[in-house]
């Protein structure tokens, strides 16, 4: 079967860096999307890795290894605001999204 | 901006009753999906439309039934309520950009008794 694991809650420091883990199992891929979605909200798109290596946009930051079936995303200078569930999902060989349960992220002054 | 717009936000029905959520997009995007959001699970495929006029079914289609009779609108129809339908419902849609990255809609929480 097709499998998406990440942590179901962390907590970190305003300020400080977090780096959220996605490991998958899937019929093929086809890439790899992150979108935050806060509390009460509408998931909105992050960021989209489909070869190995880092995606860098701003604060945020994705690592792909397809190889391990592994990315990570990585928040840098947390802020208040970014308290919200992170969303990995994996197209696969049918471009179909498989999602994981979401990384709820608390973030703590 | 409009983007995507469901209805309704939020809907009480007695279980048996039929209902409709509404999803109407103004990206003319090609792709509308249409998930639900249970508290412990990733989001889950109910059915999608890759373009006006035909349809899929996804994950968990049983009990929901759609339509594509344009591109803009891509209602989702529960036939006869169940309580294990209660969930949050998004209706998201995707376009020929080079990710396709997934645009979502505000969500429509029911809520069946």
């Known amino acids: 079967g097709q499998n998406i694991d990440q942590p179901t809650e962390m907590t970190a420091t305003e300020g400080a860096i977090v780096q959220i883990n996605c490991t998958y199992q899937?019929?093929?891929?086809?890439?790899l999307f992150w979108y935050q979605q806060h509390a009460g909200e509408a998931p909105t798109f992050l960021s989209y890795?489909?070869l190995d290596g880092l995606e860098e946009k701003g604060r945020f930051s994705s690592f792909l290894s397809r190889s391990k079936g592994y990315s990570y995303l990585l928040l840098k200078e947390l802020q208040m605001k970014d308290s919200a569930s992170y969303l990995c999902?994996?197209?696969?060989?049918?471009?179909?999204?498989?999602w994981g349960a979401g990384t709820k992220l608390i973030i703590k002054p | 901006i409009a983007g995507i717009t469901q209805a309704p936000t939020s809907q009480i029905l007695a279980a048996g009753r039929r209902m409709t959520l509404r999803c109407t997009q103004d990206m003319r995007h090609n792709a509308m999906y249409w998930y639900r959001q249970d508290l412990g699970l990733g989001l889950r495929l109910i059915h999608y439309?890759?373009?006006?006029?035909?349809?899929g079914k996804g994950e968990v289609p049983d009990g929901y039934s759609v339509s594509r009779a344009n591109t803009d609108d891509f209602p989702l129809t529960l036939a006869s309520a169940v309580p294990s339908q209660t969930s949050v419902y998004f209706c998201?849609?995707?376009?020929?950009?080079?990710?396709?990255?997934?645009?979502f809609g505000e969500g429509s929480r029911l809520t069946v008794l």
């Open positions: 899937t019929s093929g891929f086809n890439g």
């Open positions: 998201a849609s995707s376009g020929a950009s080079d990710t396709g990255e997934l645009f």
């Open positions: 439309s890759n373009t006006a006029g035909t349809t």
């Open positions: 999902a994996v197209r696969d060989s049918n471009y179909q999204l498989i």
């Open positions: 890795n489909v």
